[in-house]
């Protein structure tokens, strides 16, 4: 769907609050006229970085597992949606391992801008609507890492992060739905207030 919003499922696990809390946040778009469409992680072959620095070889910039597995159609909306959105939960205080694995395969884009590539160069400035969802009650930095990795993720392709929502003690199925469906409701709406105000 060309200029659509993009929300991200990030979760290995089906259906669980992760994906309940990105289902809001694309139905408050729709509700507001912005087109939308969901990307999951879990059901795309991501293969691994190999530290191999081969993308930061002129004349390259291509990674050499991009052939291999489905990460360019993932990377794609990254380089043209006019907003995106995750949703992801929080283990051992970080990113689950099929998201990391993707964040860790956008070193051949952060390559390509290092070298003054002008399609990275040429990127406008947009934003990224996040939501967090972690079981833990406590641990005062227990998101602090999730969000640095993703603001130095989404910095090659201009994107920069919007205030996030944050989740605690959302653990079980059906959580979201019992604790916190205010919250992310509440941040839905703004974020799809603020994406139908940039759109044309």
């Excluded at 087109?35 to 620095?53: D, H, I, K, T, W």
């Excluded at 993703?150 to 959302?170: H, M, Q, W």
Aim: with cysteine; hydrophobic share 45%; aromatic share 8%.
């Amino acid at each position: 769907m060309e200029n659509a919003v993009v929300g991200y499922a990030c979760s290995p696990r089906p259906k669980g609050n992760s994906d309940a809390a990105l289902a809001l946040l694309l139905a408050e778009c729709a509700a507001v006229g912005v087109p939308a469409e969901r990307l999951s992680l879990r059901s795309a072959c991501v293969l691994p970085c190999l530290g191999c620095q081969r993308c930061a070889l002129p004349p390259g910039g291509l990674c050499v597992q991009s052939p291999k597995d489905q990460s360019a159609q993932l990377f794609a909306p990254l380089l043209t949606a006019p907003a995106v959105c995750f949703a992801a939960p929080i283990y051992f205080y970080h990113l689950p391992s099929g998201f990391k694995a993707f964040i860790d395969r956008a070193q051949s884009f952060y390559a390509r801008r290092e070298r003054g590539d002008a399609v990275m160069r040429a990127l406008p400035p947009r934003k990224a609507y996040v939501v967090l969802v972690a079981g833990r009650t406590r641990g005062e930095r227990l998101f602090e890492g999730a969000l640095l990795t993703l603001k130095y993720f989404l910095e090659p392709f201009n994107i920069t992060l919007a205030d996030p929502c944050l989740l605690r003690g959302v653990d079980q199925p059906g959580d979201l739905a019992r604790l916190a469906i205010d919250e992310v409701t509440a941040y839905a709406r703004a974020a799809a207030a603020a994406m139908r105000a940039l759109s044309p």
